[in-house]
């Protein structure tokens, strides 16, 4: 097999003879045949083919191709967003009266969908520390326990996730561990290979890299065995009626089940597609993400290590750094770098903070992160002005909390920007 690299450039598309080189966009809503026998066997999923965009493209599927094989899966799929990945990723599984294990450490808008959303949907969210012990993780569990969800570097607290503890929990409870490995990347760390079953991507990120395309993507390592846990997971282990009494663990196997299911339901009834132009330009985002990971995490490192050494600062988070408390799991799971995102606090709290922001000339303010361009943002008078100190604090943003994403710019320009700009404060 070969080199993530070269999959990054190459993967997932193979033209034939004579056939373009680029990955062709395919702009059609539809796809004609010459029989109604013939589209009968695909509404039957008797044989793979495409009939509607809002269900498969193969723009979508040479680029989902290209990112299972990064990750090292058996399937995958895009979707129009991170979010809709996420949702996907859980609500595939997981129904009215059921309950999902979570990190409390996770993306802010996944925490919303899961706490609130999903919650509303009847499906129940235990939150609990990454940093807990065994024990804690499996009080979590009850005996509708669906999966278990977390993030490989959490956005924004940056903790990083330990793996495996969170995956041997899961599967001692006989249920998936789905991953959000949007700030690692599979050029960083491939979550199939310390257990996980399920990784989820916002694309946004780092993949597209370039703040064009808003996507998400789903990859299924094909290891979990539904069968073996039939009575968990109906939708997957008995015939579905929508589809002639096809029972998808059975007809796709392990392999296939799961994205096969989340296509042939979720997307025929939600239509979370990405559009094949979108797909285009992550996949062009994807043929540099090798190179581009590893610029972000060297000025990233060169960032933090600045920071650390100002004494504007108080604090700085970077699991790079020696002493950062989730430093050693970063070494195991992470070992060729993490990610560009930096927290730091200003001395002198919201106000200095502010001030910092203002002063900023080449780093932009901005509520996006892992773009190539260096941006910045100052949550308690952004995303969270609304909240009062204290309530900051509990939300665990305190209100000097700066989250800096380092982009691949050449990394003196971005320290003098920050230098004189805490100057200023
Ligand atoms: C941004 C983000 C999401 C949501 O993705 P969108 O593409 O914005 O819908 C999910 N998880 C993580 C870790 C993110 O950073």
């Known amino acids: 097999m070969s080199k993530i690299e070269t999959i990054c450039v190459q993967g997932g598309y193979t033209p034939a003879n004579g056939e373009p080189r680029q990955v062709p966009i395919i702009q059609s809503t539809t796809f004609k045949y010459d029989t109604s026998e013939d589209m009968a066997k695909l509404f039957d999923l008797e044989v793979s083919g495409y009939f509607y965009t809002r269900l498969q493209n193969p723009t979508n599927d040479y680029v989902a191709k290209k990112i299972c094989e990064m990750e090292g899966g058996t399937a995958a799929m895009l979707t129009s967003s991170g979010q809709a990945a996420s949702f996907f990723s859980v609500f595939n599984i997981a129904g009215q009266g059921d309950h999902i294990v979570s990190s409390s450490a996770i993306y802010g808008g996944t925490y919303n969908l899961f706490a609130v959303t999903m919650k509303r949907m009847g499906i129940d969210f235990t939150f609990v520390s990454p940093d807990c012990t065994r024990e804690e993780l499996d009080a979590a569990f009850r005996p ?108 796709f196997g392990k392999e296939g089940a799961y994205i096969t299911k989340a296509t042939a339901q979720l997307m025929r009834d939600f239509g979370c597609i990405q559009s094949p132009q979108n797909a285009f330009l992550l996949n062009l985002g994807l043929e540099s993400l090798h190179v581009r990971m590893a610029r972000h995490c060297e000025n990233a490192q060169k960032m933090a290590e600045y920071l650390q050494s100002d004494d504007k600062v108080a604090w700085v988070t970077y699991s790079g750094l020696e002493g950062d408390k989730y430093h050693e799991l970063a070494k195991k799971y992470l070992p060729n770098g993490s990610c560009g995102v930096v927290s730091f606090g200003v001395k002198g709290g919201r106000k200095a903070a502010e001030k910092f922001m203002k002063s900023l000339r080449l780093i932009a303010i901005e509520t996006h992160v892992a773009d190539a361009r260096s941006c910045c943002l100052h949550p308690a008078s952004a995303t969270h002005r609304q909240m009062t100190d204290e309530e900051l604090y509990a939300a665990g943003v305190s209100p000097d909390l700066v989250r800096l994403s380092c982009g691949i710019e050449n990394i003196d320009d971005l320290i003098a920007d920050v230098k004189q700009a805490l100057e200023k404060v």
Do not use: Q
Not at 176 to 199: H, Q, S
């Open 144 to 251: 509708n326990t669906k999966a278990v969800f977390g993030e490989t570097i959490a956005n924004p607290a940056l903790v990083v996730l330990d793996i495996e503890k969170f995956a041997a929990a899961a599967h001692a409870h006989g249920v998936p561990l789905i991953i959000d490995n949007t700030f690692a990347t599979p050029v960083n760390c491939r979550p199939f290979e310390w257990g996980a079953d399920i990784v989820t991507h916002s694309t946004t990120k780092y993949m597209d890299g370039h703040g064009s395309a808003v996507g998400g993507c789903i990859v299924d390592s094909g290891r979990f065995d539904w069968m073996a846990h039939a009575e968990k997971y109906p939708g997957l282990c008995t015939p579905d009626e929508s589809y002639h009494g096809i029972t998808y663990a059975e007809k």
